[in-house]
């Protein structure tokens, strides 16, 4: 069974910076595009960023270009998202999300999701 | 890119079928089959049902149904059931924008 846990979600403060996980099993990791999607609580899906099966490409939303970042390390089953320069419109419940070897959709398996809450 | 447009809620009773509708523009859903349909259920993660447009994969019921006319594409569920209440989310990858995967807002479903 495919199993996908996100963590390192918390309380920050406007301006600071988080990074999440998403520890992937039950799976060929590598084999797995890698995308973060976040929801604020109450209201709709919104994707954030993506990253290919090597990393070699990321791609981004607008709304969080240049102060998300995505990486992944295959040796660890692990995509990271680094963010920075939080305020409060980055609260939401982040969840991590695979695709195909080579396509960017659909999302066939998600984590349950980690809450990230930017507040002072 | 703007968020592909759904209604707010649908409503049905059990044994009917239901369409949702969501729309786009001739740039995305109207020019790529690349549209994916989302169950989510109250306080779960959620679920694919549908993806490129019309395919179902395995595991989840033939009740559900995927199709598009022009920029706007469609899921229909069939044979409604009390578990099928949930939230409903379509969404479109576009290859050639710089932000490529967008959503829909989001159909919540009620079963009378």
């Known amino acids: 069974e495919v199993q996908l846990v996100e963590s390192g979600g918390g309380l920050v403060q406007p301006g600071g910076s988080l990074r999440l996980s998403c520890v992937g099993s039950?799976?060929?990791?590598?084999?797995?595009?890698i995308h973060w999607v976040r929801q604020v609580p109450g209201k709709g899906l919104v994707w954030a960023s993506g990253?290919?099966?090597?990393?070699?490409?990321?791609k981004y939303a607008d709304s969080v270009k240049g102060r998300f970042t995505i990486s992944r390390d295959n040796a660890k089953n692990t995509v990271y998202l680094q963010l920075k320069s939080l305020s409060a419109e980055d609260t939401a419940v982040y969840y991590c999300?695979?695709?195909?070897?080579?396509?960017?959709?659909?999302?066939?398996?998600w984590g349950q999701g980690t809450l990230v809450t930017v507040s002072s | 890119q703007s968020a592909l447009t759904q209604p707010a809620s649908v409503s049905g009773s059990p044994g009917q079928s239901v369409t949702l509708s969501c729309t786009g523009t001739?740039?995305?859903?109207?020019?790529?089959?690349?549209v994916s349909w989302y169950q989510q259920l109250p306080g779960n993660a959620p679920k694919l049902m549908i993806f490129?447009?019309?395919k179902r994969p395995s595991g989840v019921s033939d009740r559900f149904s995927g199709s598009k006319s022009g920029d706007t594409a469609s899921l229909t569920i069939s044979g409604l059931q009390a578990d099928d209440e949930a939230d409903y989310y379509c969404?479109?990858?576009?290859?050639?924008?710089?932000?490529?995967?967008?959503f829909g807002g989001g159909t919540k479903l009620t079963v009378l």
């Open positions: 999300a695979t695709s195909g070897t080579n396509s960017w959709t659909p999302f066939n398996s």
């Open positions: 039950g799976l060929t990791f590598s084999n797995y595009r």
């Open positions: 990253i290919t099966t090597d990393g070699s490409i990321t």
């Open positions: 001739s740039s995305d859903v109207g020019r790529y089959d690349f």
């Open positions: 490129d447009v019309t």
């Open positions: 969404c479109s990858y576009t290859p050639t924008n710089t932000n490529p995967l967008v």
